[in-house]
């Protein structure tokens, strides 16, 4: 019994594909201070250094943090702020910081906008941005910080408040549920993933087709990440609907995590975002990093 066990994980291991890893290309944070440098800048630096990216850090005024999306008019905000006065040219300050860090390739920039328009704006650009919770107060989080995750569909590494550990994620948790969203952030998280020790799949209640409705066979998720060399190892959280945020953060503490991946729910009302309930709980209530894509 011992020898068919070993047998069988060793064929597990030599069935790993060893594919070329994936990585982060260029990379942007949502700065909030200089002096120090904020958490985002600190982590997207390490980042770029990891995988030789570019990196943006882009700054944005504190009286432009809480701009909700109907207050965007440039000519109203541009008689109310003025961010070359409240933020001088911290350029060089910056090179030097992310060149000592590892990061060579490093651009500082000032907003003039919103947190949203300036996420959808740069992040077409960027393969991951870096942001802070906190950079906005607790009612800002989900209709400006949601709004800008949905509106700009780039993947966004949120740091919990207080944030001043390493981005080197050894155990990460994905939620999946098998919607579209879920598999975007799985797909665009596999750089984190291939370089973590640990991978644990939380494979939440995935929705069949119904009867007569047209489907496309999918891709099993566990072996998806096999393809890309990771061995993740599936959990299963079944909760109502409306407990599915605080499931998997409680199965993340359980099993150690220190990276949340997750897709990022919304439905638009006219003007106006608003986040999916388990969405709209992890971001609220964790305390570990979460990749968000939507």
Same mark, same amino acid.
């Given at each position: 019994?011992?020898?068919?066990?070993?047998?069988?994980?060793?064929?597990?291991?030599?069935? *790993?594909?060893?594919?070329?890893?994936?990585?982060?290309?260029?990379?942007?944070?949502?700065?909030?201070?200089?002096?120090?440098?904020?958490?985002?800048?600190?982590?997207?630096?390490? *980042?770029?250094?990891?995988?030789?990216?570019?990196?943006?850090?882009?700054?944005?005024?504190?009286?432009?943090?809480?701009?909700?999306?109907?207050?965007?008019?440039?000519?109203?905000?541009?008689?109310?702020?003025?961010?070359?006065?409240?933020?001088?040219?911290?350029?060089?300050?910056?090179?030097?910081?992310?060149?000592?860090?590892?990061?060579?390739?490093?651009?500082?920039?000032?907003?003039?906008?919103?947190?949203?328009?300036?996420?959808?704006?740069?992040?077409?650009?960027?393969?991951?941005?870096?942001?802070?919770?906190?950079?906005?107060?607790?009612?800002?989080?989900?209709?400006?910080?949601?709004?800008?995750?949905?509106?700009?569909?780039?993947?966004?590494?949120?740091?919990?408040?207080?944030?001043?550990?390493?981005?080197?994620?050894?155990?990460?948790?994905?939620?999946?549920?098998?919607?579209?969203?879920?598999?975007?952030?799985?797909?665009?998280?596999?750089?984190?993933?291939?370089?973590?020790?640990?991978?644990?799949?939380?494979?939440?209640?995935?929705?069949?087709?119904?009867?007569?409705?047209?489907?496309?066979?999918?891709?099993?998720?566990?072996?998806?990440?096999?393809?890309?060399?990771?061995?993740?190892?599936?959990?299963?959280?079944?909760?109502?609907?409306?407990?599915?945020?605080?499931?998997?953060?409680?199965?993340?503490?359980?099993?150690?995590?220190?990276?949340?991946?997750?897709?990022?729910?919304?439905?638009?009302?006219?003007?106006?975002?608003?986040?999916?309930?388990?969405?709209?709980?992890?971001?609220?209530?964790?305390?570990?990093?979460?990749?968000?894509?939507?």
């Amino acid at each position: 019994m011992l020898a068919d066990e070993s047998r069988e994980t060793s064929d597990a291991r030599s069935n *790993l594909a060893k594919p070329a890893t994936t990585q982060f290309r260029d990379i942007l944070a949502l700065a909030t201070s200089t002096g120090p440098w904020s958490a985002a800048v600190w982590a997207a630096t390490d *980042l770029a250094a990891r995988w030789h990216a570019n990196v943006t850090a882009c700054y944005v005024p504190g009286s432009l943090r809480e701009q909700r999306v109907h207050q965007s008019d440039p000519t109203v905000m541009s008689l109310l702020t003025d961010t070359e006065h409240e933020h001088p040219d911290e350029s060089s300050a910056f090179h030097a910081f992310a060149t000592g860090r590892g990061a060579h390739r490093a651009s500082w920039v000032v907003t003039h906008e919103g947190i949203a328009p300036t996420l959808r704006k740069l992040g077409a650009w960027h393969d991951l941005a870096v942001i802070e919770r906190d950079m906005v107060d607790e009612t800002g989080v989900f209709d400006i910080l949601g709004e800008a995750m949905l509106s700009s569909r780039i993947p966004c590494l949120v740091l919990p408040p207080h944030w001043g550990h390493s981005v080197v994620f050894d155990r990460i948790v994905i939620g999946w549920n098998g919607s579209f969203e879920a598999t975007r952030a799985l797909q665009s998280a596999l750089p984190l993933m291939q370089n973590a020790k640990q991978v644990v799949l939380i494979n939440g209640a995935a929705h069949a087709p119904q009867d007569g409705q047209v489907s496309v066979r999918e891709p099993d998720p566990i072996l998806y990440l096999r393809h890309h060399g990771i061995a993740a190892k599936p959990h299963y959280l079944d909760v109502p609907a409306g407990e599915a945020g605080k499931g998997l953060l409680k199965k993340a503490r359980d099993v150690g995590a220190d990276l949340l991946v997750m897709g990022a729910y919304g439905h638009s009302r006219i003007r106006e975002r608003v986040l999916g309930g388990a969405t709209r709980h992890v971001m609220a209530n964790a305390d570990i990093p979460v990749f968000m894509h939507h």
